[in-house]
């Protein structure tokens, strides 16, 4: 039972254009949603998060979206550059605040990015 | 500060055999939590492991089984390997108390089975 769903395996843009990444959950109890960006060979890293409380947060050329209602959320990347080609996971979690057993993060499978110069 | 780290980077091991993972998390980070990635199923919760006590725990068998110590680094064990069991596996650590979620990944194990 997949609870955190991005459905595109691969998404591929032009440098310079913007990037979105989608994002889909089944959970209701899910509260707070993480993106981590993973290069190979690396560890995920976190790149921004959204508590339940808001539908927008924006971080430099990362803005998350989030929209309760449709149990959606999107990452937009604007400009994409060629760094940004990794793997993004989406993420979620029953509590923004750490601690108890509502910690753990469920991901997706992750959606590859290609930047194109 | 130093970041979250994982021995040995690569591990190859037989059917039947067992291993045992390490993982040492940032400095002042109690909370450690394991994750198994593989191409297709993305990146599953094992477990987490908080002042030496496993707090919460994924849906694997009982042949996954880890342990924290008192200088919060952590070990995973995976006994009777399958072949199945071929993925990296990824510990994270973060910072209790503090608001958001945010986990800390080391670079992972990549275990293959032969």
């Known amino acids: 039972d997949q609870q955190v769903k991005q459905n595109s395996p691969s998404l591929s843009v032009q440098e310079g254009r913007i990037s979105i990444l989608n994002c889909d959950y089944t959970?209701?109890?899910?509260?707070?949603f993480l993106w981590y960006k993973k290069y190979p060979a690396e560890g995920p890293t976190f790149l921004i998060s959204i508590s339940s409380i808001k539908d927008k947060n924006e971080d430099g050329r990362f803005t998350v979206f989030l929209n309760k209602s449709a149990k959606h959320l999107s990452l937009h990347i604007v400009p994409s550059q060629p760094g940004d080609s990794a793997v993004y996971f989406c993420?979620?979690?029953?509590?923004?605040?750490?601690?108890?057993?509502?910690?753990?993060?469920?991901f997706g499978k992750g959606t590859l990015l290609t930047v194109n110069p | 500060k130093a970041g979250v780290t994982q021995t040995p980077r690569y591990l190859i091991k037989t059917r039947g055999q067992q291993v045992t993972l390490s993982c040492s998390p940032i400095s002042g980070h109690r909370s450690v939590s394991w994750y198994q990635q593989t191409p297709g199923q993305g990146l599953q919760f094992l477990f987490e492991?908080?002042?030496?006590?496993?707090?919460n725990k994924g849906n694997f068998p009982g042949r996954f089984s880890g342990r924290q110590f008192s200088n919060s680094r952590s070990e995973m064990n995976v006994s009777t390997l399958e072949l199945g069991d071929s993925a990296l596996y990824l510990c994270?650590?973060?910072?209790?108390?503090?608001?958001?979620?945010?986990?800390?990944f080391g670079p992972g194990t990549r275990l293959t089975v032969l």
């Open positions: 993420a979620a979690s029953e509590s923004e605040y750490s601690g108890g057993s509502n910690y753990k993060l469920t």
């Open positions: 492991y908080f002042s030496e006590t496993q707090r």
């Open positions: 959970n209701s109890m899910f509260d707070y």
């Open positions: 994270a650590s973060r910072h209790e108390g503090a608001s958001g979620n945010e986990q800390f």
